[in-house]
């Protein structure tokens, strides 16, 4: 029986970041290695993405991994890599080598903006890989508390009042053109 290899995509930029890892060691170690294989897709807290070495195993990815607190990806256990668009789940390695790992699924475990968001689902989407959890608009609108109560309301569902503040910083920008 042929394995398959299931992407587990962790860490972002968020202030959950550990949270994230300690949830995808968590998934890793429950994952039946009989039935499938499981690849550690770390993104550090500047953005980076880094994969884990294959038939390397998940102490080697995170450091501290026994400490929720203090848990974090080694940097020297992985290889910086992207999700190809279009690829179906194939990370192409960006170190020069031109090697390439690919997935047959992607379990995103990011929590917070970047995460949460619906972006990488759209990243995801766009890959053509199929990944655990929420659609980009679900992910989107979930994150989004005001808009998600606006189309709860519409649809005529009962929501709680609520009243919406916003910064002026995150307010959206209009340009008036007066003809």
Known sequence: MVKKRIGILCGGC???????????????????????????????????WLLQKLNSGVSDFFLNADDP?????????????????????????????GMKTSVDAVFPILHGPQGEDGSVQGLLKISGVPFVGASVLGSALCMDKEAM?????????????????????????FDLVVN
Request: proline content about 9%; hydrophobic content about 40%.
């Open 14 to 48: 968020s202030a959950e970041h550990e949270v994230s890892l300690q949830s995808a060691k968590n998934i890793f170690d429950a994952i039946p290695p009989d039935k499938y294989e499981p690849v550690l897709a770390g993104i550090d807290k500047n953005g980076k």
């Open 69 to 97: 607190e203090k848990i974090r990806i080694n940097p020297d256990s992985g290889t910086p890599a992207a999700l190809l668009p279009g690829s179906g789940g194939v990370f192409a390695h960006i170190d020069g080598s």
């Open 149 to 173: 109560k606006r189309m709860l309301n519409s649809a005529g569902l009962p929501i709680a009042k609520y009243i919406a503040l916003i910064s002026i910083d995150q307010a959206p920008a």
